[in-house]
């Protein structure tokens, strides 16, 4: 192996390097579960992968093989959806909507995880740390390449971004880096996720720091009104309006560019929770104007957990101390590179996140958004035409996104959820009685999905619980 090759062929160097290692142990192997076992024969006894304990009572999961993906769609395929959905492992007659949990992960996808791994440790005698060398773990490197590769999706620049953990790390940071003294006050929902907001609660017990909630509208479906009670809020000591981009619960898309807007207007910093944003909605950095964004990738950008995202202008960025450090903490020439000093951590969920965010341009980012917004307003047309089917989330088209929260009168919401799986293997989330069940519709779900939802729920009316 070449070791002086250029930084930015690190990820060809070592799938090209993994293969020329499996077909070591496998001429002409490039069948993934074949060549694991031949790995393992080696080692000792055939074993298969191992199953995951299961909790109490539970079924065990069988071992699912790996499997190369099939071949991807043309554009222009009439089944160009079903042929999509065939890139996921989920299982024929089953429907995932839980993507406000955590996203499925493409077979491409994980498959880069596990063979870049797999590379890691059939190569890592030739890690000589030669400077051009490839890095064989992240939390002390710049990864300017995959920063900017993310940053385009969000318009912004790759110095501005930070390749963390997930949402909860990048709140944070921003809660906890900002300095803020007694009696400032922060101004935020009451529907927050709670990693999107116990930071403030913390400054607040710790430093005498005012959090104030704005009590949401259910449902929301008028933005003049959310901005309004933002607007009521304010004071001469509010600091920052913190606002989920997509609210966890309700599923409302807030009018981030005009609260951001108005935090500025009265000198507060816009802090953004975007956990659910990026690969639902635009998530466009510049526009929303916004001071500070963190967001997970492993729901709708479907790359697998363990990655997160810090966003933060280059102008605010000097606002915000590092409180998780390493030897770059105090590098301001390379903006976010403070903030990813996170110390050893697993390079292929890197090259994962690289590959999630191919896997979604190869889609195209408008047909993804296109999509999800489609199949959403197809659960929401259906729900209206039932008489005691109740959304809990916006219908309004600005407030409106992929996920909707619906309930029915009558019907206890884990009820809903049970009832769900059990007549159709749809898989949502109950979010409490008050709201309902959540379902987020992704690039994963079909028409047909949507309509069966909409049956249950009415065979559901005639014989409530
Ligand atoms: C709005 C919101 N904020 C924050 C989080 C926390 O995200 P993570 O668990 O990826 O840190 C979530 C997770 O569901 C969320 O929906």
Redesign the pocket.
């Known amino acids: 192996m070449d070791s002086r090759l250029p930084y930015d062929r690190l990820w060809a160097v070592r799938l090209r390097s993994c293969s020329a290692s499996l077909s070591e142990v496998e001429p002409g192997g490039n069948d993934w579960s074949r060549s694991a076992l031949t790995i393992s024969r080696r080692a000792g006894p055939a074993r298969q992968f191992p199953t995951r304990p299961a909790r109490p009572g539970a079924p065990a999961a069988a071992p699912v093989p790996l499997s190369a993906a099939p071949p991807w769609p043309d554009d222009s395929d009439p089944q160009f959806w079903d042929r999509i959905r065939d890139q996921f492992y989920i299982k024929p007659g089953e429907a995932y909507f839980n993507t406000?949990?955590i996203g499925a992960t493409p077979r491409p996808v994980l498959e880069r995880v596990i063979e870049d791994m797999r590379t890691l440790q059939a190569t890592i005698t030739r890690w000589d740390w030669s400077p051009n060398m490839p890095n064989w773990i992240s939390g002390y490197s710049p990864e300017v390449a995959l920063r900017a590769k993310l940053a385009k999706l969000v318009n912004a620049d790759a110095s501005e971004i930070a390749l963390i953990q997930?949402?909860?790390m990048g709140m944070n940071f921003l809660a906890h880096g900002l300095d803020l003294k007694a009696g400032d006050e922060i101004i935020s929902t009451n529907q927050e996720?709670p990693?999107?907001v116990c930071g403030w609660q913390m400054r607040a017990k710790r430093d005498g720091v005012i959090w104030k909630p704005i009590t949401m509208p259910v449902p929301a479906n008028d933005p003049d009104e959310i901005v309004h009670l933002y607007e009521q809020a304010i004071t001469p000591r509010t600091r920052a309006l913190s606002f989920?981009h997509?609210i966890?619960p309700t599923a409302v898309v807030m009018p981030a560019k005009r609260l951001s807007a108005l935090a500025h207007d009265h000198g507060c910093l816009a802090v953004v929770?975007g956990?659910?944003g990026i690969g639902q909605v635009k998530l466009d950095m510049k526009d929303i104007g916004c001071d500070a964004c963190f967001s997970?990738p492993?729901k709708w950008l479907l790359a697998p957990p363990g990655n997160g995202m810090l966003y933060i202008p280059r102008e605010k960025q000097d606002r915000f101390w590092t409180t998780l450090d390493s030897s770059e903490w105090d590098n301001h020439k390379d903006g976010m590179y403070r903030f990813m000093q996170c110390g050893t951590g697993n390079m292929s969920l890197l090259a994962a996140l690289d590959a999630a965010i191919d896997f979604h341009n190869r889609i195209g980012p408008e047909r993804v958004r296109a999509r999800i917004k489609f199949l959403a307003d197809r659960l929401r047309t259906g729900l209206q035409q039932i008489p005691s089917a109740r959304i809990s989330s916006p219908v309004h088209p600005e407030l409106a996104g992929g996920i909707v929260v619906h309930r029915l009168e009558g019907v206890p919401a884990q009820k809903l959820q049970d009832e769900l799986w059990l007549r159709g293997q749809l898989r949502v989330r109950s979010v409490g009685d008050a709201l309902g069940v959540r379902q987020s519709c992704m690039i994963y779900n079909s028409e047909g999905e949507i309509d069966s939802t909409l049956e249950i729920v009415k065979a559901l009316r005639a014989t409530p619980a």
Request: glycine fraction near 12%; aromatic fraction near 0%; proline fraction near 6%.
């Open positions: 406000g949990t997930n949402a909860t996720h990693s999107g989920p997509i966890s929770d956990a659910d997970s492993h």
